[in-house]
């Protein structure tokens, strides 16, 4: 199975298509430390004022900061907002 993506993401390269799109992997976009956009997510996995926690494709996404909320949520796209310090990912799943 991991041979087959790693031919269909060097074929996606080639034809030069976003790879946000063509293989479901996550796309994060930062406006500065008070924003942050998240696409194709899978789920929101915890939530609290400091830390909020997305599940995605390629692992966890974990936003780390001060005052932190969610100011839109539906099934694959997120918008946080707050004082972001971190933006950690864990692909050990």
Do not use: C, K, Q
């Amino acid at each position: 199975m991991r041979r087959l993506r790693r031919w269909f993401e060097a074929g996606v390269r080639v034809a030069e298509l976003p790879p946000d799109v063509v293989l479901d992997v996550p796309r994060v976009t930062a406006i500065g430390t008070v924003h942050l956009y998240l696409e194709n997510h899978r789920g929101l996995e915890a939530f609290s004022a400091t830390e909020i926690r997305f599940r995605t494709a390629t692992g966890r996404l974990a936003v780390r900061g001060e005052e932190l909320v969610l100011r839109a949520l539906d099934p694959s796209e997120a918008l946080v907002e707050g004082r972001i310090r971190s933006v950690d990912w864990d692909r050990s799943e």
